[in-house]
C-alpha cells in the first residue's frame, strides 16, 4: 500500500495546504517519512488524515466560485467501527460546506472494504448540498455492493460511466463538467 500515491498531476492548480479556506490548510506530509498505517500497513507519507485509523484522503482540488471539489480516498471505509463517515463529515464535510462546497466528486478506486451502520451522517450530508450532489467515482464493485446493503446509493451516486471513469486523463473543471452533466442527466 505504501506505493499507493494520491493524484498528484494538479500540484499545479490546487494544493489544500496552502488554501487557508481548506480543512487541511498548513497540513505537513513528509516525502520520506512513512508514518501511518492501515492496519499495519504503511501507506504513502502524502495522504492526509481525517483522524480515521483505517481511511485517509487527499483534497485533490476545489474551485469555490463553482462550489465544487475532488476527495480522493485510500484503506477501508468503515463506519461500523470507526465511525468513518461521521469523521469525514464533521473533519471535512462540514467545513467545506459551510464555504459554499455543493458538489463532491470522491474517487473511491483506493477504497479496499467498507463496513456500514446506519445512513444518518449520509442523509445529513447529502440536507447540506441541497441543490448539489455527491458522485462517487471508480469505487470498486465489492464496495458498491455494500454501501447500497446500507441505503447509502439514496445519497451517493454511483453506477454506469461513474463506475469506469478514466478521471486521471482530465482537467479538474473539465471532470466537474462531465460527472455535473451526467447527473443532470440522470437527476434532472
Known sequence: MHTLEPHYAW???YQASEDPRSPLF??????????????????????D?????TLYLKILFVDYDLGTAV????????????????????????????EGIRKFVLIGE?????????DSYYEEWFEDVEDGWIAAVNFQEHVIREMRQ?????????????DEMPWRTYAPRKLFEIVDSLLQRRLG
Open 49 to 53: 488524515s481525517l483522524d480515521s485509523e
Open 71 to 98: 476527495l480522493e480516498f485510500i484503506g477501508e471505509w468503515n463506519d461500523a467501527i470507526e465511525n468513518d463517515i461521521m469523521l469525514l463529515k464533521r473533519n471535512i464535510i462540514d467545513l467545506m460546506t459551510h
Open 150 to 162: 446500507y441505503n447509502v446509493d439514496s445519497y451517493l451516486n454511483f453506477g454506469g460511466q461513474l
Open 11 to 13: 500540484l499545479d492548480q
Open 110 to 118: 483506493n477504497v479496499f472494504n467498507f463496513h456500514g451502520s446506519d
Open 26 to 47: 498548513e497540513a505537513e506530509n513528509s516525502l520520506d517519512s512513512y508514518v501511518n498505517t492501515i492496519y499495519g500497513y504503511y501507506i504513502h507519507p502524502q495522504w
